[in-house]
């Protein structure tokens, strides 16, 4: 199950090594492009050399360590709890990274303590030596220590035996239910390393609109000056109120500016968002909505915190701050709420607004959410769902920017809360099914 489980963390084709990899098996499963695997067992590297030539496998201790390559993800597997210094190591590790490097821990949930001391007094498992109990928040803090911030963390394995029927039930779907989750044998933790070098960068801010003529032009002029360069691209989606004729008249009236106007040639504002990022030039890639009801003026505390490496995924947050009277209405915004807790359990990520337009991303990363985007499949006509379900997937830090939201100064809301508000839970269970219950779908029941 634990290969099950880094194999889905783990994206095939990426350079890897596992720290205290033992015979090699959980380094095979996760399929790499290029594998190493180091132990301080010279008799175990041998037999995961004899069962694995394609990978590569050295003597070396964490504690001292010796390599010195660089990798994509770092997996250290039931490991912390056994080391005689785990800071050192985890320091050590940091040789390994570069900027987009992830390492995965797995460790016991130190809740089972007392269920595996009985089960080996009871010879039911076999005893290992004296190990250290290390709660989530222990591990959090070691990582802290050493410039690490966790992504995520998620506990799995309820039922750590195999029995037909039960261990499907227990391990697939019950290990996975919000209240149950935090009893899992199995704690998984996501890292990466923090950098602080700023990286100034140029934007391009993506600008989907449809009937929306009067506010055009106040994108542009509310806009302050951010990055090394800005280009906006407007993407007019069969409007019938003279948007794009507008779109047009501003790109003439602004020659300063490096606008570029583009009509939609599907339907959505997610093809809309796709169509224009196809085209963007920038760096970093944001998405403004053109009613305008994210002010404009809040673009630069998007883009400082993806320049100064906060995350790497910044999402518009507008439950905060008091809103005007008419910006939202209720039951819209017992929506947002619902999702941004669902959406919390589900990514492992704090979200508390997951429907605010503005998403700002390095394009780079976008270019690998795109090159992964089967894994869901063109499900989400909206966007906003398919970009933070990719960022999730490929273990990007998302972060919240909040905002004062606005009540809109031209024309009228385009969201149908009920047909919409549908659409949006149909969305958030199939994503339930992809991420959360993956395991329980695809494990065999007998």
């Known amino acids: 199950m634990l290969e099950r489980y880094f194999s889905f963390i783990i994206p095939r084709g990426k350079r890897v090594i596992e720290i205290g990899c033992g015979s090699g098996n959980l380094l095979n499963a996760v399929q790499p492009l290029y594998g190493l695997g180091i132990d301080f067992a010279p008799e175990v590297v041998e037999i995961a ?20 390559e660089t990798f994509d993800y770092i997996i250290i597997s039931d490991l912390i709890a056994g080391l005689w210094d785990a800071q050192k190591a985890i320091h050590n590790v940091r040789r390994l990274c570069h900027q987009q490097t992830r390492v995965v821990i797995s460790q016991y949930n130190f809740l089972w303590e007392p269920i595996i001391k009985m089960l080996e007094f009871m010879h039911l498992k076999q005893k290992l030596p004296t190990a250290s109990w290390f709660s989530v928040k222990d591990t959090e803090g070691l990582l802290q220590l050493e410039d690490f911030q966790t992504i ?31 009893l899992g044998l199995v704690s998984l933790h996501v890292a990466r390393p923090m950098w602080n070098e700023k990286r100034h960068s140029s934007v391009s801010i993506v600008v989907p609109a449809r009937n929306e003529r009067g506010n055009i032009e106040n994108a542009i002029k ?18 019938s109120d003279n948007t794009y004729e507008e779109i047009l008249r501003v790109q003439a009236a602004y020659p300063d500016k490096d606008i570029k106007v583009m009509k939609q040639t599907g339907k959505g504002k997610g093809n809309a968002v796709r169509e224009a990022f196809e085209v963007a030039k920038g ?16 673009l630069p505390k998007f883009y400082n915190a993806l320049r ?9 947050c507008r439950l905060v701050y008091p809103m005007e009277k008419n910006a939202m209405r209720f039951l819209n915004l017992l929506g947002n709420k619902f999702f941004g807790w669902f959406f919390s359990y589900l990514l492992g990520q704090r979200l508390k607004d997951t429907l605010c337009g503005t998403k700002v991303l390095f394009k780079k990363d976008y270019e690998v959410i795109k090159a992964n985007r089967s894994y869901f499949g063109d499900f989400d006509p909206f966007g ?46 199939f994503a339930a099914r992809k991420i959360k219950f993956t395991e329980f779908l695809s494990l065999k029941w007998i």
């Open 49 to 68: 050399r004899s069962k694995y030539p394609h990978l590569h496998f050295e003597v070396d201790d964490v504690e001292d360590l010796q390599t010195d």
């Open 152 to 182: 995520r963390v998620e506990k799995k394995i309820l039922l750590p035996a195999y029995v037909p029927l039960l261990h499907s039930l227990f391990n697939g779907f019950l290990a996975n239910l919000p209240a149950i989750t935090h």
């Open 222 to 239: 509310r806009t302050p000056a951010f990055g090394t360069h800005q280009e906006f691209i407007f993407i007019e989606g069969n409007s």
């Open 283 to 298: 760096d970093m890639l944001m998405i403004l909505d053109a009613d305008l009801t994210m002010p404009p003026e809040e």
């Open 308 to 316: 100064d490496n906060k995350g790497e995924f910044i999402n518009g």
């Open 384 to 429: 906003d769902f398919d970009l933070l379900f990719g960022a999730a997937k490929q273990n990007l830090k998302i972060v919240e920017v909040v905002i004062r939201y606005r009540d809109r100064e031209y024309g009228s809301t385009q969201i149908s809360r009920f047909r919409h508000g549908l659409l949006l839970l149909q969305m958030s269970f």
